[in-house]
């Protein structure tokens, strides 16, 4: 493992604590995408199938183990806690996401490295996670004014494919076989959704203002 794939990783990692401070430090989910959260949770499930079939390192298995009971845990208090679900904000979080399931497992079906249910299931949840942001970005467009924790939620999320980005250039000049180039599109195509939340939130942090996404 490279600086590149593990800063990603505690990027990733921050960021889903962030999100959790959020949530069980307020009591509120305001501003939070559901629909994104459920589809991240789509993700982690499928990917992470290859714990009952592969050990790689143990740091690799309490990872996958973390991002999948985490993102259980966000969709579980979004739905069914009490206090939580009276702040979600449902009108403005309509983003009609099972197009999103439902293109991207049709392009795993046709786009993979190799055909088996295991290497599907990944090229799936690679080319899902690529647009899962897609109804958060909307919410925040929707709702105009971005909190604080919310703003670093989102942030650190774009942030860990930025170093995953690194990690493949790196991985590229370094490795005689390189390969998941699915990986690569799909993380240059998350990227990119990024741009527009980027730059408005280096307008608010360079101005010392509260951030604020056009409606």
């Excluded at 990027?11 to 991240?40: D, N």
């Excluded at 969709?75 to 449902?90: E, G, I, N, T």
């Excluded at 170093?163 to 998350?190: D, K, M, P």
Aim: include cysteine.
């Amino acid at each position: 493992m490279n600086v590149f794939r593990f800063s990603g990783d505690m990027t990733h990692l921050i960021s889903i604590l962030v999100l959790l401070l959020k949530i069980y430090a307020t009591k509120s989910c305001s501003g939070i995408s559901l629909k994104t959260q459920e589809l991240y949770a789509v993700v982690f499930l499928a990917r992470y199938l290859d714990l009952f079939t592969d050990f790689i390192s143990a740091y690799n298995t309490l990872m996958k183990l973390v991002f999948i009971a985490s993102s259980l845990a966000i969709v579980w208090c979004m739905r069914f806690h009490r206090a939580v679900k009276r702040s979600y904000d449902r009108e403005l979080d309509t983003f009609r996401h099972y197009f999103l399931v439902g293109a991207s497992l049709l392009l795993g079906l046709l786009i993979h490295e190799k055909f088996s249910f295991q290497e599907v299931l990944w090229a799936f949840s690679i080319y899902l996670e690529a647009v899962a942001i897609l109804p958060q970005l909307v919410l925040l467009q929707r709702s105009g004014n971005v909190d604080n924790l919310t703003g670093q939620y989102v942030f650190f999320l774009g942030a860990y494919r930025g170093f995953y980005i690194l990690n493949w250039i790196y991985r590229y000049f370094t490795e005689a076989h390189f390969g998941r180039w699915i990986s690569v599109v799909s993380g240059l195509v998350q990227t990119a959704l990024y741009a527009d939340f980027f730059y408005y939130y280096f307008i608010s942090w360079k101005n010392n203002a509260k951030l604020k996404l056009p409606s």
